[in-house]
């Protein structure tokens, strides 16, 4: 099993945590293979003579495939990606001889079908330095570099990346339809600028889909795709005009509510949890979601801070059993509600 501590040169866990957030704000990780990326990948092949090529994205402890392989060049894991190697590095990853390499002599699709024997790709590098995936191309014959073919590969990736950033300028997330991260939080700004707290009241709601991992893992992530697909038609649907509804994270999505004090934001949380746990057992497995508050207060200096609070209220509804909303506001005596009211400015970090 490969060694994973640094994952950029020089740098280690907490450098990976960034990693992993820059590759979530490009938007790309979901939706399976794209045809931008099929075609970048036939380019590759057609201009450096290579039978195989791909484009993947290195997540957490996943590699995912962005073009169509009729081969097995991967299994899925981490552990057994070339690509995440690749990442390592600042340059193109050239194998000459996959079996006289020890890191890679082991791998399923070295010693088994497709049989790979070489492996060249350049890591993909957004513009502020992380190396979120890999452009690559291989073969099952030993194979070393001419000149100009690692700076015609280098070009290509360029390419890939840019595709990939100027797609993530887009406002919609591509597979829920609600807002990007990036667009939730501009528009979010503008509005928690002109709400303040001696004016109309602003409340946040953020939501995430209950134990999401293992759907992906007994259902598969076609399915689990299907589990975001529709719960971001459920918060098209169900909430006002006004309201700006985004995903923030993988199965993390927030909602601002201009002009509703905390009371409402609970009344909206719960009719969202009801009719999405409702939706399982048809077309989906059985899902849930855990929701958190936050109504703005004076100790909010930006979006980021009411967001903050709503999203410890989620952690805390996840640790009371999930399929619920934090605080439980309407279902509380008055003294129970102003405490908890209180618990939304003042509970820590706790995630």
């Known amino acids: 099993m490969l060694h994973r501590n640094n994952f950029l040169v020089g740098h280690g866990p907490a450098r990976e ?48 495939l962005k073009t169509h392989m ?12 070339f690509c995440s190697v690749t990442i390592e590095t600042q340059d193109v990853l050239v194998i ?5 390499d020890d890191r890679f002599s082991g791998f399923p699709q070295v010693v088994g079908e497709p049989y ?11 513009r502020m330095g992380f190396n979120v995936g890999a452009l690559c191309v291989l073969d099952r014959v030993p194979r070393d570099p001419r000149d100009g073919d690692l700076s015609l590969l280098k070009e290509l990736g360029r390419l890939t990346v840019e595709c990939m950033e100027l797609r993530a ?17 501009a528009e979010g700004e503008r509005l928690f600028a002109t709400r303040h707290p001696e004016r109309e009241p602003l409340s946040c709601v953020v939501l ?15 399915v689990g795709d299907e589990v975001l697909r529709t719960l971001g038609d459920l918060l098209r ?33 719960e009719r969202l949890r009801t009719k999405f746990a409702d939706l399982g057992g048809h077309r989906l497995p059985p899902v849930s979601a855990s929701f958190g508050l ?37 279902s509380a005596a008055p003294a129970q509600t102003a405490a908890l009211c209180l618990e939304i400015s003042e509970v820590s970090d706790v995630r």
């Open 17 to 64: 945590q960034e990693r992993v957030a820059a590759l979530a704000d490009l938007q790309v990780v979901d939706g399976g293979p794209e045809e931008t990326f099929d075609r970048i990948a036939r380019l590759a092949k057609a201009s450096l003579g290579f039978p195989l090529a791909y484009v993947s994205l290195i997540d957490l402890d996943r590699q995912i």
């Open 70 to 81: 009729a081969e097995p060049v991967c299994d899925g894991s981490r552990n057994t990606a």
């Open 96 to 100: 000459p001889d996959t079996l006289a």
């Open 116 to 126: 790979i024997r070489s492996y060249w790709g350049v890591p993909l590098t957004t």
């Open 169 to 185: 300028q887009a406002t919609t997330d591509v597979l829920t339809g609600v807002q990007c991260r990036r667009s939730f939080f």
């Open 208 to 222: 995430d889909v209950d134990h999401f991992k293992r759907i992906n893992d007994e259902f598969g992530h076609a």
């Open 237 to 269: 649907n169900e909430l006002r005009p006004d309201s700006v509804a985004g995903r923030i994270g993988g199965e993390e999505f927030a909602i601002l509510l201009p002009g509703e004090g905390i009371q409402a934001a609970f009344a909206v949380g």
């Open 294 to 330: 936050a109504e703005r207060s004076d100790s909010d200096v930006v979006l980021g801070d009411l967001v903050r609070r709503a999203d410890q209220q989620t952690y805390l509804a996840k640790r009371a059993g999930r399929n619920c909303t934090y605080p439980k506001l309407v």
